[in-house]
């Protein structure tokens, strides 16, 4: 029996008594990915990116592991709930227009203590100001933690051509220390962190299944790219510290370059979450790989002919620019595949292939969804399984109540 088949075989026993739709997180590989992370980041500590997560049991799992330290966020309601939730070190990792939450986050000592926000403009800050008028009881006075991001893209041609995403507009050091020096003249406000997320490097695999050329081409611009920021993150790091000598930590990387930014000395920590759940956008990369531990299951509910079943559902497309990568990948048995006409459907999927000559109605096809934490966005429970067994059932952000975006 090969290990998928191992596999199915252990998730089939274990899900006998729940019906599909279900999903479910192999324990034993997510802590085998954990671990994974924690000897690439060679000695500094992971701050879990909540955004691939998205389940307050399993944050709280892999924050208790050596190695890991501090939440990763991706909205401020979401940082608010998570400290009042009893996480300490929340880092929201994109700026906010949130106005209601911003007069929370200033009018509570605990939340101002807890939660660090993302800025690269200070009319991000005249907003915060603008917001701290709205609490109730009067102004809030609550001093807020900062921090700024660096624009990590990749300039070639003279600046004609971008290679990145296009998130923050600070570019140069002497931008970023600009900016540090408008956080220090603001009453309320503390410089305590940079950020720089490389997600050309981190974000993209580099051996891309059937196309070796294109692999080659993006592993060569990833080590230019490596290469750059490397050489402008330290001299940023170095200019932000003359303005903010006390700054607490430069964060960086993501789950694709995990052990290359942990080799540059200007980084003190490293983000990365999809490396827990392992989706598909992650099968292709030369630096790592790592063990499917998210997965979800649809029923078979047709059989419309010879090598062919239909499950329920199951388009559940990833964010991102639309394409075949990133729907879900059918993945145990093994050797279906999407009827090319139709694809992942909303309410019913046909599934193509031999194996579907063994499938009954009400048996369970299981899938892998292509981006990470997006999969808890469709369950209000993940089913935790260790072995054979499930061993207890944890509910999602959606399962508590939230969908923060």
Known sequence: MTSRAADRARYERATAHLDAPVAIVDLEAFDANA???????????IRVASKSV?????????????GFAGIMSYTLAESLWLARSGFDDVLLAYPSADRAAFAELTSDPKLASSVTVMIDDPAQLRLIDEARDQGGGGRGREEVRVCLELDTSLKVLGGRVRIGALRSPLHSPAQVAALARAVNRRPGFRLVGVMAYEGHVAGVGDAVAGRPARSRVIRLMQAAARRELAARRAETIRAVRAVAPDLEFVNGGGTGSVQHTAAERAVTEIAAGSGLYVPRLFDNYTSFSGRPAALYAQPVVRRPGVGTVTVLGGGYPASGAAGPDRSPV??????????????????QTPLLGSPADDLLI??????RHAKAGELCERFD???????DRVTATAPTYRGEGHTFL
């Open 35 to 45: 671990d994974d992370l924690v000897r690439r980041a060679a000695g500094k500590p």
């Open 54 to 66: 998205r389940c307050r049991a399993l944050l709280e799992r892999v924050l208790a592991r050596d």
């Open 330 to 347: 059918p993945y145990l048995p093994e050797g279906l595949r999407y009827d090319p006409q139709e694809g992942a459907g909303e309410v």
């Open 362 to 367: 009400g048996d369970k096809v299981w899938f």
């Open 381 to 387: 429970t993940l089913h935790l399984v260790e072995g």
